[in-house]
């Protein structure tokens, strides 16, 4: 069971699903860059809340459920503003004694840098995170042809100018093929659909994002919070990675106090896919450990992992 809540971040009501649970543990959890709290969360929540967890996954503002204008605009100040108000209002909910944060892709890259604020976060997984905006940016380049990205760049110019008028964003696919204009036209983004939405359950979700929200998604680099995480951190790496790349992330889970690093076979979304129980049951073991307040004994407690 489930029930829609809201909080304030920033004076705009962020809309999220509640799913109570029984262990004194809560989940805050998003989607992807662009991707909204359903096609993005639903299948990870309710494993979550199967376990006994509290699970608070929510919508940024300007996406979704939640208000906000210009609609499909991605600040990333104001995103990380969104996710310190649902840590905030989860910590806040009945029952709820330690507070945990999840999500993947570039908001995957936010948890480093969440986890390395006084938050009172208890635990930590980044899911097929893009840590490094720069090195992934160069990356996915390859996949784009000449045009598309000559296109992709004018409009992303074009749209920041429009802003300082107050115009409507131009908008970008959140993937596309090669010559398309798209925020990433790399073979794994093509999955997206397949991964999230495979029986069209989602029609509200709008797949698109403001071109004006291309460029700091590019030079976002979270990696440098790395040696600041404050809890345990689970990195869960996809090998294949094209989207959001694993060698930055596997730097990153090096340099992090505390971390455990699962490496999958496959591609982006791989732990939506072939992957998923592989990703899933060990999130959950993660979980267990840090989060639901149950003892453990010394050699239960685990190091970091490679498996695949």
Not at 38 to 58: I, K, M, Q, W, Y
Not at 121 to 145: F, K
Request: proline letters at 7%.
């Amino acid at each position: 069971m489930r029930e829609k809540v809201s909080f304030s971040s920033g004076g705009v009501a962020c809309a999220a699903w509640h799913y109570p649970g029984t262990n004194g543990g809560c989940v805050v959890m998003t989607g992807g860059f662009g991707v909204t709290k359903e096609p993005g969360t639903d299948r990870f929540a309710e494993r979550f809340n199967a376990a006994g967890f509290s699970v608070l996954a929510f919508d940024h503002r300007c996406f979704g459920e939640s208000g906000g204008e210009p609609r499909q605009v991605a600040r990333i100040a104001d995103q990380l503003d969104d996710w310190r108000a649902a840590i905030a209002y989860a910590a806040a909910l009945p029952d709820v004694e330690r507070v945990a944060i999840w999500a993947f892709s570039l908001p995957g890259g936010y948890i480093l840098q969440l986890a390395s604020e006084e938050l009172g976060i208890s635990a930590a997984i980044a899911q097929s995170p893009n840590v490094d905006g720069p090195t992934v940016t160069r990356n996915a380049s390859r996949s784009q042809t000449p045009s598309a990205a000559l296109r992709l760049i004018g409009r992303s110019i074009l749209d920041n100018i429009g802003a300082l008028f107050g115009r409507s964003p131009r908008l970008v696919a959140l993937s596309g093929p090669p010559g398309t204009v798209a925020l990433l036209n790399t073979p794994d983004a093509l999955q997206t659909n397949e991964a999230l939405d495979p029986d069209g359950r989602y029609a509200d979700w709008q797949q698109a994002i403001a071109a004006r929200s291309v460029f700091p998604a590019a030079f976002y680099r979270p990696t440098k919070y790395a040696p600041q995480v404050r809890c345990p951190l689970l990195y869960v790496v996809c090998k294949d990675d094209q989207s959001a790349l694993a060698a930055p992330a596997i730097a990153a889970a090096e340099r992090t106090p505390a971390s455990e690093l699962l490496q999958v076979p496959g591609g982006h979304y791989a732990p939506f896919l072939a992957a998923h129980e592989q990703a899933v049951e060990a999130e959950l073991d993660f979980l267990t450990r840090h989060l639901s307040g149950k003892k453990q004994s010394p050699s239960a407690e685990k190091s970091p992992q490679t498996a695949g």
